[in-house]
């Protein structure tokens, strides 16, 4: 049996994750800090309560899961960050929040898990960043967001490297603009039509796509 965990598990794209690999018949790890949204979905499901910036919560959970193998671990948790983006307006405290939630959890679960998912049979490690936070497209303010994804980005690059020994596949995934309450209505891609694109793309990964960024649809993305 295949297993993947999940973080920010109960809406927007993390809760279709969910769906979507426990109607692939696969064992999910949902964390999420609100796991009670989780209750109802069919299939092989264990709900964690889980604040990713909560460092000590993240290791007790990696010990309480120090058994299992873990196929593929998704780091989906992730905030706007709700900052005027315009110079003059630019916020320390917004900034700490959204590098906290966006870059740092993300890197503390990898190095909670990354042994976990080294003795599985897939060995995925993926984080869900954004084409935001391509350097090669940066065109316009977001900041703080933007930076939280490019630094995002650039850790998982040095996993690719650092985990060469563990044979990882080390991948960030654009899911697309998603009708979600980040993405927002005007967002061109519906959940159903992000999401199992991109479970399509990761069950695609070849050990030759570490270190490497694409978008939902399986093209790569510039750094
Ligand atoms: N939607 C888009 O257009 C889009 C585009 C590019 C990238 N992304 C990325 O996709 C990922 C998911 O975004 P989404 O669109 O599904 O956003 P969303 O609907 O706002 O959901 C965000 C999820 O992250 C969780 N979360 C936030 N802070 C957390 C924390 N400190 N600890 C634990 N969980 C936390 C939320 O949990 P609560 O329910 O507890 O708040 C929620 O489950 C994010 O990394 C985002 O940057 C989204």
Redesign the pocket.
């Known amino acids: 049996m295949s297993t993947v965990l999940i ?9 279709d994750f969910v769906k979507q690999y426990a109607a692939k018949g696969w064992r999910v790890h949902a964390c ?3 796991p009670d949204a989780l209750k109802g979905i069919e299939g092989d499901i264990q709900t964690h309560r ?4 909560d460092y000590e919560a993240v290791k007790a959970l990696a010990r309480e899961l120090s058994g299992e193998a873990i196929d593929v671990l998704i780091c ?5 960050g709700k900052e005027a983006t315009v110079l003059g307006s630019i916020d320390p405290a917004t900034w700490r929040e959204t590098f906290e ?2 870059t740092l ?1 993300p890197l503390m679960m990898a190095e909670a898990f990354v042994d976990h998912v080294a003795r599985s049979k897939d060995r995925k490690l993926i984080a ?5 936070g391509s350097i090669t497209h940066c065109n316009s303010g977001r900041y703080a967001y933007r930076a939280s ?1 490019t630094a995002l980005n650039m850790e998982w690059k040095g996993l690719s490297s650092d985990t060469a020994d563990k044979k990882l596949i080390c991948v960030v995934l ?5 009708q ?4 927002g209505g005007q ?1 061109t891609l519906t959940i159903e039509q992000s999401v199992p694109s991109v479970v399509k793309v990761i069950d695609g990964l070849r050990p030759a796509d570490n270190g490497r960024f694409f978008n939902y649809d399986g093209s790569e993305i510039p750094w």
């Not at 973080?7 to 809760?15: F, I």
């Open positions: 973080t920010g598990a109960a809406r927007g794209l993390g809760l999420a800090r609100a889980l604040e990713v910036t989906n948790a992730g905030i706007s939630v966006n959890a869900i960043s954004s084409r935001l994804k654009h899911p697309g603009w998603v979600t309450d980040m993405g967002a």
